[in-house]
């Protein structure tokens, strides 16, 4: 069985380069509505989405990686998750692009492994999901699974959060709102079903 490996593998040569490739999979910070309102600075719960170029909203081609709080005997209780779904879902808000992916090198299932490698904090009240997500940006810029990115993690987070914050109550009847790194609006490849 073969499987699509996680790092560049060197001596092999492929038609074209990678970064010349058309067609790659983009790594997004998406912003869901949260069922519970945690105050503020945690109005949205954040995770990190790696998709085609303009996935089919009824097919299952993206995945989703974030943590995730659920209840442990009356405890909340943050675990990870890494799995595929579906191309489109009506609970996200808005999303962030954060880059393309050489995803002839670096898979879905690879990135999934890897995120394994975070902690997952327990017992901190002021520890959310988007803490997780600044600890697996740095972790796959480290990795070279991404490239630098041009400002930190956080400042990321909070321009995409304040983007959110903005569309959140109007209409985008067919595609998913979606900003750059800077928190400005950029054309959405993520549609509606």
């Excluded at 109550?169 to 490849?189: A, L, Q, R």
Aim: proline share 6%.
């Amino acid at each position: 069985m073969m499987s699509t490996p996680l790092y560049p593998t060197f001596g092999t040569v492929n038609p074209k380069p990678a970064s010349n490739r058309s067609n790659k999979h983009r790594l997004y910070i998406a912003y869901y509505s949260q069922g519970r309102a945690q105050g503020d600075d945690v109005k949205f719960h954040t995770a990190l989405i790696l998709a085609p170029k303009n996935p089919d909203p009824r097919k299952v081609q993206t995945w989703r990686y974030h943590v995730k709080n659920v209840d442990n005997d009356g405890d909340d209780m943050w675990i990870y998750e890494g799995k595929p779904t579906m191309n489109s879902d009506q609970r996200i808000e808005a999303m962030t692009l954060l880059c393309k992916v050489d995803d002839v090198n670096v898979s879905g299932l690879g990135i999934s492994m890897l995120l394994r490698e975070i902690e997952v904090l327990q017992y901190e009240r002021r520890w959310s999901s988007r803490h997780w997500v600044f600890a697996a940006l740095q972790l796959l810029v480290e990795r070279g699974v991404i490239p630098q990115l041009h400002m930190g993690a956080k400042s990321i987070w909070q321009n995409g959060y304040q983007f959110t914050k903005s569309v959140q109550n109007t209409n985008y009847p067919f595609s998913v709102p979606t900003c750059d790194i800077t928190g400005k609006e950029v054309k959405s490849e993520m549609t509606w079903t």
